[in-house]
């Protein structure tokens, strides 16, 4: 199995920045597909961004911008660059993957907060 492992959230000023990491083991993050999905209380979760195989990425329009997803294939780490944070922006985040095969996300870290105020 995958396993994947947040870090890097805490709380943030209105206009900051945050970086948050996501180490995958059990495989490599250049065979899985992978995305950073955020949930707010009350609200159902969303996909923020993903990156394929290719390193092209993905985003939902209200982070266009102002939130890059990366990738580092050597340290099988996958990254969120958060610029420009919002209060609407605050949540948990969680790094997700999926094999190209499966058409669901099957893997799930913890989950990292992430408060903008």
């Known amino acids: 199995h995958v396993q994947l492992v947040e870090s890097g959230g805490g709380s943030v000023q209105v206009g900051g920045s945050l970086r948050l990491s996501c180490r995958a083991s059990?495989?490599?993050?250049?065979?899985?597909?992978m995305a950073w999905f955020r949930q707010a209380p009350g609200k159902e979760r969303e996909g923020v961004a993903a990156i394929d195989r290719a390193g092209s990425p993905t985003y939902t329009y209200s982070v266009m911008g102002r939130f890059t997803i990366s990738k580092d294939n050597g340290q099988n780490t996958l990254y969120l660059q958060m610029a420009d944070l919002k209060p609407e922006d605050t949540a948990m985040y969680y790094c997700?993957?999926?094999?190209?095969?499966?058409?669901?996300?099957?893997?799930w870290g913890q989950g990292t907060q992430v408060t903008v105020s």
């Open positions: 997700a993957a999926r094999p190209y095969w499966r058409g669901e996300f099957i893997y």
């Open positions: 059990g495989d490599t993050v250049g065979k899985i597909y």
